[in-house]
């Protein structure tokens, strides 16, 4: 199934979320393959559970936007386990559509996690991954990327969507 994309404004989204505790179950597999699918179906790279209203600690990467297999990743409870350099690049999130700002990020991490079968699995990664898996771990936290801006930035967009929210156009 397709879920619906949970916008900023929810507290859902600035929760933090609560750790898997059971693997390799067919609700858990299904899960992962529906956020794949909610993903694809909103042209995002990553999605985390908080944005289909889910507070738990799963997130879906694909830098690919679908075209290649192999660039599937899932995170499991991820930890960010190292990190190195700096990286400054365009950010947006699905759950703020149609703002896209400059974020300071690491330009390399290493992640460590589990997959839905239950495994260990280790990632280290560079640029844009790097960035979607900075920005997907956040999530689990209940940060967004509006956070990493400058508190005049941030207040400038928290205003354009109240607005957009009084119009009703942020449902
Ligand atoms: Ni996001």
Not at 27 to 43: I, N, S
Not at 103 to 112: D, F, L
Not at 127 to 154: C, M, P, Y
Request: charged share 25%; glycine share 8%.
């Amino acid at each position: 199934m397709i879920y619906r994309v949970v916008k900023y404004g929810d507290p859902v989204l600035e929760t933090r979320a609560a750790d898997i505790m059971s693997f390799d179950t067919p609700e858990l597999h299904q899960l992962v393959a529906d956020m794949f699918g909610t993903m694809y179906a909103h042209k995002g790279v990553g999605l985390a559970a908080p944005q289909i209203g889910l507070s738990q600690r799963l997130t879906v990467i694909d830098c690919s936007a679908g075209q290649d297999e192999t660039q599937k990743v899932v995170l499991i409870n991820p930890e960010i386990v190292h990190r190195e350099g700096q990286q400054v690049g365009e950010e947006g999130c699905l759950s703020i559509p149609g703002f896209r700002e400059d974020v300071k990020r690491t330009m390399k991490v290493t992640v460590r996690a589990r997959n839905a079968a239950g495994e260990s699995v280790e990632l280290t990664a560079e640029g844009l991954l790097s960035r979607a898996i900075q920005h997907e771990t956040d999530h689990l936290n209940g940060v967004l990327f509006l956070n990493h801006l400058s508190l005049l930035k941030r207040d400038l967009i928290r205003r354009k969507i109240r607005k957009l929210a009084k119009a009703g156009e942020w449902e």
